[in-house]
């Protein structure tokens, strides 16, 4: 799955930490998204593209963070659920801070073990 220019939003609410990309290029507009209920001792994350019927829990994804995108490897068991090959490719554009803020957000959800840049 690749999402091209994507929009990267991501947040903590009501402890849960989630990350969303959104590319709007395609018709209909595509997604991927990921979160952990930080909360809860489990270490199983919630993944979702698209549309919900595309959604399941599983072990954290390893991720890659450049300056210009993100690369994602899924577990076998995630990406057949989602329906896609095991990894998701997303660029962007994102100033330095904002990257910074990514890369706490992703280690927040996945683990600094799962996170490189």
Known sequence: ???????????EDDGTAHVWFMDRSQ????YFT???DLSEQSSKV?????DQKWGTYGLAC???L????LKIRLPEDVSRSLG?????????I????????LEERLVMILGREQVTR
């Open 34 to 36: 990921f979160c952990r």
């Open 27 to 30: 018709v209909p507009p595509r």
């Open 94 to 101: 994102l100033s330095s801070e904002k990257l910074n803020k």
């Open 62 to 64: 390893k991720a890659s």
């Open 84 to 92: 896609i090959t095991d990894s998701v490719e997303v660029s962007f």
């Open 46 to 50: 919630y993944y979702e593209r698209d």
């Open 66 to 69: 450049q300056l210009d995108g």
């Open 1 to 11: 799955m690749k999402l091209i220019d994507a929009e990267c939003n991501h947040d």
